[in-house]
């Protein structure tokens, strides 16, 4: 079936990673999209991490809980022939607007170009921060259940601690939800020992970026909040004052 098209001039929809926040984490290809587009749309707080590629620029924003309204906005006006960049932070495609988009253009039965931007993602910044604690394999989990069951989000991290795999947490606690973060600590700590080092970043690559580096045992003491990440090493994570590794067995000793 052919898909309806509303516009009469066609634009195009960019879906724009704009990396953790801060400019110098911005890649060359974003900022190019950006101001190279007529309308900028985005939560409000990612549309002033981007301000200073705005001049003469179409702004659509609003709060959290809006993506929907400010995403068909969007995508609206790009099928009036306007090219439109979507922001996200991080990177569109992990927990970003990029999903939302694709997903939007389907309801809506319209045939307009997208193009995905990629970005740094806060799992990578945070690393970043931490040192390497995601040299091997990892997993991202995010504990807000405003749109996935508490239940399936439990099953993965259950799966995750039994499976030895460095777990990036995202939106780990927030003013109103703070029982999911202690949860997770009963689930790892069933699976991992006290020791296990922990990292939390809140803010990561921006100037007021903090660090915590502590451990599953404590790590319900730590500071954190809806713009932390938090990472929980595995057996070869470990701490290299004061950086948090996880080993690939480069100085391992080799059988043969």
């Not at 022939?81 to 809506?108: C, H, N, Q």
């Not at 394999?137 to 499976?163: M, Y």
């Amino acid at each position: 079936m052919q898909k309806r098209n509303y516009s009469t001039g066609q634009g195009k929809l960019f879906v724009v990673g704009i990396g953790p926040g801060n400019p110098l984490d911005r890649t060359v290809r974003a900022e190019r999209t950006i101001r190279s587009s007529d309308v900028v749309a985005g939560y409000d707080r990612y549309i002033e991490l981007c301000r200073d590629l705005l001049k003469d620029k179409k702004i659509i924003s609003s709060g959290m809980t809006k993506e929907r309204e400010r995403c068909r906005k969007a995508i609206d006006a790009a099928l009036d022939g306007k090219t439109v960049s979507l922001v996200s932070s991080g990177d569109p495609g992990i927990y970003g607007m990029a999903g939302l988009a694709l997903e939007m253009i389907r309801e809506m039965d319209v045939r307009l170009e997208i193009e995905i931007v990629p970005g740094v993602s806060a799992a990578q910044a945070g690393a970043a921060a931490l040192g390497a604690p995601l040299m091997l394999d990892f997993a991202c989990v995010s504990l807000s259940d405003l749109l996935v069951a508490w239940e399936e989000i439990e099953k993965r991290l259950v799966s995750l601690a039994q499976a030895d795999i460095v777990t990036a947490l995202y939106n780990p606690k927030s003013k109103k939800r703070t029982w999911q973060i202690e949860k997770v600590r009963k689930i790892f700590l069933e699976k991992r020992p006290e020791n296990t080092p922990v990292g939390i970043v809140r803010d990561a690559s921006l100037p007021q970026q903090s660090i915590v580096l502590t451990d599953l045992d404590n790590i319900l003491e730590a500071p954190m909040d809806m713009r932390s990440l938090v990472i929980i090493g595995n057996s070869r994570t470990a701490v290299i004052d004061p950086w948090m590794v996880t080993t690939r067995g480069y100085f391992e000793s080799k059988s043969k």
